[in-house]
C-alpha cells in the first residue's frame, strides 16, 4: 500500500486534482519491509520512432527536374534528411511534397509558430512559413512535455508548407512538407535539409536546439543583442493611436521613468495628421505631427530614457509626395489602406528606406526603430520573377532578405547598440538577423493571448530580446485583475501602454512595485533556463531559474515542481484569481524564511519554516506573490 502523507487540507486536494494533469508525486511506501524507502512514479514514455529512409515519399510532378534524397544520422534519434531536386537547364522549379507516416504513440498535443490554432488537438494542423512570418517547425510531445519529434526545414527564406494529421483507419501520423509552393526565378538546384529529432528530452529543448540550427547556417547569424534591448518599455500605441500629443507624452514618459521605464516607442501617427488609421499619407516620413522631432528626442533622453520611432518599411500612401516617384516599382496596392507596397527589387528602393532611416537617426539622435508591414514584402501570382527593367533580383525574398540584412548592417555601422523590433507573426530565424527585439502580436487587454505570445517568441528566440505585446487594462479594473496584464508577461520585456496620469495612484504603485521586481530579477527571468509547461493549456506554469534561484509564473492551480538541482531562493508568483499555491520539491530546501508580497509590493506575513523533500502549500493573495529564502 503507498500513501502520501498530506502537511494540510490543501495539498490532499491538489494531489488529487492535478496529479493527472501535471508530474508524478513522490509518495513513501508503507508497506511490510518498505519503510524508509522512497519510490518515485514515472510517466509512461514510449521508444524513440525509428527513422529509415524509406518511410519518406517525394511527390509532385517534376517536369525536367529529377529527385533525390539522403539521410544522414547526426547523433542518437537525430537526423537529417537531404533533398535537391536539379534540372540540366533553368527552369522554374516546381511545387513538391515530401511525405512520410510514424505511428501515433505517446503523442499528446503538438506546438508550431500558427497562433491560431488549437495546439492539444494534434488531429490536423498546418503552417506556411517564409522569411518574413513564421518559421518551418513543429514539435510534437507526450502528456510529460517531451518531445517525440520535431520537425524542421532548413529553408527559412522561401515558402516551405509543413503539415501532419492523423489517419483514423490505422492511427498513425502524416507528414507533409511542401516546396516550392511559391512561384519561383528559374534554376537548375532546389535543395532543402529536413531536422528530425525523436530524442526524448523537453519539447522546448528541441526547439532551442533547431533554433540554434538555423543560426549556424550561412546567411542566417543571429545580430547581437545590445544590453537596452532588456530595458522595460513604454509605448505609445495603445495609450494614444495615431493621437499623439509632445506635451501629453512626455507627461506620460515623466511618470514612466520614474516606474522604472527606460525605452520609448513612439509609434505610427507622428508622421502624418491623419487619424483615420489608414496609410493613405504615408511614405514621405516628415514629422507633420511633431514638427520639432530632434527637440522631443533631447526631451526624452533628458528622462534617461532612449527613443525608438515607428515606421512601416515597404508603405507609400497614395496621397504621400512619393508616391509619384516609385510608379511601376511596387508589388501591390493596398486598396482598402490606400497604399502601395514597395518592391525591394530596385536597388533604388531599398536604398530609399535605408536612407530614410540613416537620415532619421542623424538628424533627431533616434537610438532605434519599430519596423513594421515587412510580411507584405512577398511575391503574388502577377510578379514578374525575373531580373530585369532595373531589378537586380529576380526573387522577391531574397531581395527582401537583403534589403532587411542592409539595414541592420548600415545601421549598426552608425551606432552599433541600434535597436531593432519586430511584431508576430513575421519572426523567424531570418528574422534575428535583422533585428534584436521581438514582441508578441497585438493582444490589447487579454493577458493570456499576450502570455501565450511571448512564451512563443521566447521558445525560438534564442538570445534575441522578448518582448511582451503592450499591455493595457481599463482604469476601473480593481488592481489585482489589472496586475495579471503584467504578470502574464513576467519572463519577457514589458512594455506598458497605458496613460499613467489618468489611472488610479494604486495602479501606479502596482505598476512601479512590480516593474522593480522584474529589473531586480531580469537576469534570472531573461537569462535563466526557460522551462514552460504545457504549451496546450496555454503555459499553466512557467518557471526560470539561474545560479540557484527560481521563479515560478503561477497561472493556474497547479502544482509548481523544481528541477534537480540546489536552490537557495525561490519565488512563486501567484497570477491568478485564487491564493492556493502548492510547491514540490525533489530536494529538500531545510530552514527557510517566508515573506509574502500582495500586489502592490507591500510585505503582509513573514515567518519561518522547514521544507523537506515533498509538496509544500503556501498562501498569496491574487497577483502576489511568495518569497523562499533558505536560511
Known amino acids: ?65 529529377t529527385a533525390r534524397t539522403q539521410l544522414l544520422v547526426v547523433a542518437e534519434d537525430l537526423y537529417e534528411l537531404r533533398v535537391r531536386v536539379e534540372a540540366p537547364k533553368p527552369e522554374e522549379p516546381p511545387e513538391f511534397q515530401l511525405r512520410w507516416s510514424l505511428p501515433a504513440v505517446d503523442v499528446a498535443a503538438f506546438w508550431n509558430t500558427n497562433l491560431s490554432l488549437d495546439r492539444v488537438n494534434y488531429y490536423r494542423n498546418s503552417l506556411e512559413s517564409r522569411s518574413t512570418s513564421g518559421a518551418p517547425v513543429i514539435s510534437l510531445y507526450n502528456p510529460g512535455d517531451m518531445n517525440r519529434i520535431t520537425i524542421a526545414a532548413s529553408d527559412a527564406l522561401n515558402p516551405v508548407g509543413l503539415r501532419s494529421y492523423v489517419r483514423e483507419e490505422d492511427a498513425r501520423l502524416y507528414f507533409v512538407l511542401t516546396f516550392c509552393s511559391e512561384r519561383m526565378p528559374e534554376t537548375t538546384v532546389y535543395e532543402a535539409t529536413v531536422r528530425i529529432d525523436a530524442r526524448g528530452i523537453p519539447y522546448y529543448d528541441a526547439l532551442g536546439a533547431v533554433t540554434d540550427w538555423w543560426a549556424g547556417q550561412p546567411g542566417y547569424e543571429a545580430a547581437p543583442v545590445p544590453d537596452a534591448a532588456l530595458l522595460p518599455v513604454y509605448s505609445t500605441w495603445y495609450s494614444f493611436h495615431q493621437n499623439l500629443d509632445v506635451d501629453e507624452v512626455l507627461a506620460e514618459l515623466t511618470m514612466a521613468a520614474d516606474m522604472g521605464y527606460e525605452v520609448v516607442i513612439v509609434d505610427d501617427g507622428w508622421q502624418t495628421l491623419d487619424t483615420q488609421r489608414g496609410y493613405r499619407f504615408t511614405g514621405d516620413w516628415k514629422p507633420e505631427r511633431i514638427p520639432d522631432m530632434k527637440g522631443f528626442v533631447d526631451a526624452v533622453h533628458d528622462l534617461g530614457m532612449r527613443f525608438m520611432l515607428w515606421y512601416s518599411v515597404p508603405l507609400v500612401g497614395e496621397e504621400s509626395e512619393n508616391f509619384s516617384r516609385f510608379q511601376g516599382k511596387y508589388l501591390r496596392h493596398w486598396e482598402s489602406q490606400g497604399a502601395y507596397v514597395l518592391d525591394p527589387r530596385y536597388p533604388e528602393v531599398r536604398e530609399f528606406i535605408i536612407g530614410t532611416y540613416l537620415q532619421a537617426m542623424a538628424d533627431w539622435g533616434l537610438d532605434g526603430f519599430k519596423l513594421d508591414f515587412i510580411g507584405m514584402l512577398a511575391a503574388n501570382e502577377s510578379t514578374v520573377l ?53 514582441r508578441g502580436v497585438d493582444a490589447p487587454n487579454n493577458a493570456w493571448a499576450n502570455r501565450a505570445e511571448v512564451t512563443d517568441v521566447r521558445l525560438l528566440g534564442g538570445n ?50 512590480w516593474t522593480l521586481y522584474w529589473k531586480e530579477n531580469r537576469e534570472t527571468l531573461m537569462r535563466g533556463e526557460f522551462i514552460p509547461s504545457s504549451p496546450g493549456s496555454v503555459y499553466p506554469v512557467i518557471l526560470a531559474h539561474r545560479d ?9 492551480d497547479a502544482v509548481v ?68 529564502r533558505r536560511r
Request: hydrophobic letters at 40%; glycine letters at 8%; charged letters at 20%.
Open 464 to 513: 534575441t530580446a522578448p518582448h511582451s505585446d503592450m499591455f493595457m487594462w481599463h482604469a476601473d479594473e480593481p488592481v489585482e485583475a489589472a496586475a495579471l496584464q503584467f504578470l502574464n508577461v513576467l519572463f519577457a520585456v514589458p512594455q506598458l501602454s497605458v496613460k499613467l496620469t489618468q489611472y488610479p495612484e494604486s495602479h501606479r504603485v502596482m505598476i512601479r512595485a
Open 548 to 556: 540557484g534561484k527560481a521563479i515560478a509564473g503561477v497561472y493556474s
Open 1 to 65: 500500500m503507498l500513501s502520501c502523507p498530506p502537511s494540510n487540507p490543501w495539498t490532499v486536494i491538489a494531489g488529487i486534482l492535478l496529479f493527472p494533469i501535471l508530474l508524478p508525486l513522490a509518495c513513501t511506501p508503507s508497506g511490510p519491509g518498505q519503510e524508509g524507502q522512497e519510490e518515485t512514479w514515472s510517466p509512461f514514455v514510449a521508444p524513440p520512432f525509428e527513422i529509415t529512409e524509406d518511410v519518406f515519399t517525394l511527390e509532385g510532378d517534376l517536369g525536367a527536374f
Open 561 to 628: 515542481r523544481l528541477p534537480d538541482a540546489e536552490f537557495d531562493a525561490v519565488d512563486l508568483v501567484n497570477a491568478k484569481a485564487s491564493s492556493g499555491l502548492v510547491l514540490e520539491l525533489s530536494r529538500p530546501l531545510g530552514g527557510v524564511e517566508v515573506r509574502v508580497y500582495d500586489t502592490q509590493g507591500k510585505e503582509i506575513d513573514r515567518h519561518r519554516r522547514t521544507l523537506g523533500a515533498s509538496i509544500h502549500s503556501f498562501r498569496a493573495p491574487p497577483s502576489g506573490r511568495v518569497e523562499i
Open 386 to 438: 525575373t531580373a530585369e527593367g532595373g531589378r537586380d533580383y529576380a526573387s522577391v525574398n531574397e531581395a527582401a532578405d537583403r534589403l532587411m540584412t542592409d539595414i541592420m548592417i548600415r545601421l549598426r555601422e552608425e551606432n552599433p547598440e541600434i535597436l531593432i523590433e519586430f511584431r508576430q507573426p513575421y519572426i523567424g530565424p531570418l528574422m534575428r538577423k535583422y533585428g534584436n527585439m521581438f
